[in-house]
Nanobody, 127 residues
Framework: QVQLVESGGGLVQAGGSPRLSCAASGRTFSAYAMGWFRQAPGKEREFVASINSSGERTRYADSVKGRFTISRDNAKNTVYLQMNSLKPEDTAVYYC????????????????????WGQGTQVTVSS
């Protein structure tokens, strides 16, 4: 059974720089790409960032490019999302997810490519 547990969210002032973590278990973590998505109230879940299995390749949504950084530590089975220069429009529940196929990094912006999801962590940015 794959489990993903996010942490690091909370109430942050605009311009703040929190870091989200996602600890994974139950699958060979180092073989799978990982992704971060978010969902704001009344909106659909949207792609934020993804990283391939080795950590050498990343992809970002245009809305966060240059502000957010995704990384992973395969020795700790953990993926991170460093968020800088937060804006009120970044307020959302943030989810990490495991890509469904090992060693692939294709169409990682599509949530349907991921087969396990964490419970989410709320990030609220105050202006």
């Amino acid at each position: 059974q794959v489990q993903l547990v996010e942490s690091g969210g909370g109430l942050v002032q605009a311009g703040g720089s929190p870091r989200l973590s996602c600890a994974a278990s139950g699958r060979t973590f180092s073989a799978y790409a990982m992704g971060w998505f978010r969902q704001a109230p009344g909106k659909e879940r949207e792609f934020v960032a993804s990283i391939n299995s080795s950590g050498e390749r990343t992809r970002y949504a245009d809305s966060v490019k240059g502000r957010f950084t995704i990384s992973r530590d395969n020795a700790k089975n953990t993926v991170y999302l460093q968020m800088n220069s937060l804006k009120p429009e970044d307020t959302a529940v943030y989810y990490c997810a495991v890509y469904g196929s090992p060693y692939l990094f294709i169409a990682t912006m599509d949530p349907l490519k991921y087969d396990y999801w964490g419970q989410g962590t709320q990030v609220t940015v105050s202006s």
